[in-house]
């Protein structure tokens, strides 16, 4: 922190931006309490249902007699790589499909994984957490850049804490949602649930991009950010 406070300092056209803008800086869309809200919202869903695989899968695979540490190691590594690989092509992506089609095919991917998860063997499981993590790592740039175009410039600090706290708020209800769900549903019925659940956010962000006139609707308040690419 010393280091940051002493070396990294704010360039000159973003002080004179700032100042030029007046005090309001920058007005944002009339209605980005909503907007912002919709993605917090979906957001910490998104969280949650991720959440479920840290939390959950040791004991996953336990019940599976599969309970070795090394073989969880091994799951969430390839889980947390392939979200991270994902995320060099976030940009490529978002460039061809928006931001509709980013999330349809994030949540495709997540909902796959799910879905493998409950198919036995371990080529399928790798597989499973190589979606999942790929998903992830598609949709949730999407949520931040969205919320910072929505949003006035002078209330940014807090809409990027707002949209970080629906990703802690998402992890921290993640095991008190998916322990009872798993208690009735048992795993496979849990991962069946939240395959259905993703699916669905999926389907959703394909209407978006795919019917005109939904498109043109929800995508009007995005469009400072595209002219800004």
Partial sequence: M??????VTEPDP????KHAAGPEGGAGHA?????????????????LVFFMMPTQLPFFLAAQGEGHAAKTGLMLGILTLSGGMMGFFYLRINRVLREAGSYA???????????????GGDLWHSLAMGAIGGGLATVMPNF???????????????????????????QVLSPAVSIPGIAKLGFLGMFRAAAVLLACLALGAAMWALIPR???????PFRGLRRSR
Avoid: D
Wanted: charged share 10%; no cysteine; glycine share 10%.
């Fill in 2 to 7: 010393p280091l940051v406070w002493r070396h």
């Fill in 14 to 17: 973003l002080r004179q931006n």
């Fill in 31 to 47: 209605r980005w309490r909503i907007l912002l809200s919709g993605l917090a919202l979906l957001q910490m869903i998104t969280s």
């Fill in 105 to 119: 095919l994030g949540y495709t991917l997540m909902a796959g994984g799910f879905l493998l998860l409950t198919i």
């Fill in 144 to 170: 931040i850049a969205l919320a910072l175009a929505l949003s006035p410039a002078n209330r940014r600090g807090i809409v990027a804490g707002a949209l970080m706290a629906s990703v802690f708020l998402g």
């Fill in 214 to 220: 939904l498109n043109m609707i929800l995508s009007q």
